[in-house]
């Protein structure tokens, strides 16, 4: 549809120039004859359906905007909508036990339900190890099959002690551990804790590449593996390991250091482990009650600047939500869910606000917050954990009546099918037929400049033969012979 100028100068005709068709891709000349800027004339009278396309163009671009701007309120909402959903979750409420230890680096403990509650006093005389022998390592000068408590290891002629080490490790069947406490000491451990009596960690190699160690009295450096000894209220106990499941029903202890033989820490203070009741998680409702409120204030915010945000003459897409009545409308039936009492629930545990979650106290000598004003949740920690504490079927009742009311209201405006799917969709269908206009304007617009510049290309050739004749016959004219000559 457009054209570009190659050049204006060289002796052309004052008007003249020689442009390429973008179209046709040919070159043109106009004004040669005529000494008229054709392709000038041509764009004026274009100019009408050119401007036509420019103004579809820039109403589909600012639909385009606003949709983006639709959409991203859309993809929030449905979020909250989740984050609504899940504070209605049964599992939610779930009941646990907490279990706390006075010193938890030497006792810590974890609970299942189940577990007695109240207060247990715990020593550990003793922690579960493993058994130890220790030998010299030489590097074999011809591979090497020894034996370690009745498995085989093959080892490569000229390994190192590192080789060995890592060869050991990384067996999956092997009954020990290896490491290198030195360039020719090598400690094999036990991969299980517990008693192991003397006959522990059995080596056969008659290759030499191990050679047990002894000490100065003659002595094979060696440890027997032991269990972990203690006691809870005073009854002793043993395990193989330093985790104990048995000691205390549905706790789980895991020793991590030996107490005073009185059953005290080192500092004096006695060790106790403290289960809890059930009851469902403080922590887990908080987190979920938090989650929700800031996806919640944070889309009240993104609504009400879009509402507020006046049109602009410089900017066509700023203020395209302004005073908008479905988001208005949204934006207020929203804000009464957070005050509206949950159907047949009892007064004073029944909405939001009776479990600590309301729109902010009075600010100052101001009856009202100005997070009240502008519709911003808060929540009173404090309320809500007494809520939970002191009555956790009410607090469980409020959210989930909340929950199902208020995801309700959201799903219908953002859901799949819901009114502002319905709006995306229709100005999909608008964008795609604005399309369409742009391009039949377009094709007109192509057509119409071909035809307009085959005309003035007709023109100037018609020119140019009319001046071609005008210039043969003044050339015969002058060419007569005068009336001296006669």
């Known amino acids: 549809m457009s054209t570009s100028a190659i050049s204006s100068s060289s002796g052309l005709p004052s008007g003249s120039s020689i442009t390429t068709n973008s179209n046709s891709g040919l070159m043109q000349i106009t004004g040669m004859a005529s000494g008229l800027d054709t392709n000038a004339i041509v764009q004026a009278l274009l100019s009408d359906q050119t401007q036509q396309v420019t103004n579809l163009t820039t109403q589909q671009n600012n639909l385009k905007s606003l949709d983006s701007t639709l959409t991203g309120i859309q993809t929030s909402l449905q979020s909250l909508a989740l984050n609504a959903q899940a504070l209605g979750d049964p599992g939610l409420f779930n009941t646990g036990q907490t279990v706390t230890s006075s010193n938890s680096a030497l006792v810590s403990a974890t609970t299942a339900s189940g577990a007695g509650i109240g207060g247990y006093q715990v020593s550990v005389m003793q922690l579960a190890n493993s058994a130890q022998r220790t030998f010299s390592f030489t590097s074999p000068t ?89 006691s809870v209220d005073g009854v002793a106990g043993t395990s193989t390991t330093n985790t104990v499941a048995d000691a205390i029903a549905g706790v789980t202890l895991t020793l991590g250091g030996v107490t005073s033989p009185d059953g005290k820490a080192s500092d004096g203070t006695p060790v106790t482990v403290v289960v809890g009741a059930p009851a469902a998680s403080t922590s887990a409702i908080d987190s979920a009650v938090q989650t929700f409120v800031s996806a919640y204030n944070s889309i009240i915010s993104t609504i009400q600047t879009q509402l507020t945000t006046t049109t602009s003459t410089t900017d066509p897409t ?64 404090t309320a809500l954990n007494n809520a939970i504490q002191s009555n956790p079927n009410g607090v469980k009742a409020v959210l989930q009546s909340f929950s199902n009311s208020f995801a309700g209201i959201v799903n219908a405006e953002a859901a799949p099918g819901g009114a502002l799917d319905a709006r995306l969709q229709g100005d999909s269908t608008e964008e795609s037929d604005l399309g369409n206009q742009i391009d039949d304007l377009n ?14 290309a007709n023109l100037e050739s018609t020119m140019s033969s009319y001046q071609s004749e005008g210039s043969w016959l003044t050339q015969q004219i002058n060419s007569l012979p005068t009336s001296a000559e006669l």
Do not use: C, H, W
């Open 142 to 230: 011809s591979p090497d099959t020894l034996t370690i408590d009745g498995k085989q290891e093959t080892i490569a002629a000229g390994s190192t002690i590192q080789d060995f080490v890592s060869q050991i490790n990384s067996d999956a069947n092997a009954d020990v551990y290896a490491a290198a406490t030195d360039s020719g000491t090598v400690v094999l451990s036990s991969r299980t804790t517990g008693d192991t009596g003397s006959n522990f960690i059995q080596v056969s190699d008659s290759g030499g590449t191990l050679t047990q160690k002894l000490d100065s009295n003659g002595t094979a450096i060696a440890k027997e593996g032991q269990n972990a000894e203690f």
């Open 318 to 381: 700023q203020g395209q939500l302004f005073g908008d009545e479905e988001l208005t409308d949204l934006l207020s039936n929203m804000r009464t869910a957070m005050y509206t009492p949950g159907s047949g629930l009892p007064t004073g545990m029944a909405s939001l606000a009776d479990i600590g979650i309301s729109t902010g106290a009075a600010s100052g000598s101001s009856p009202y917050s100005q997070d009240s004003v502008n519709g911003q949740l808060t929540i009173d920690t």
């Open 443 to 456: 094709s007109a617009l192509s057509d119409r400049q071909t035809a307009l510049q085959a005309e003035f």
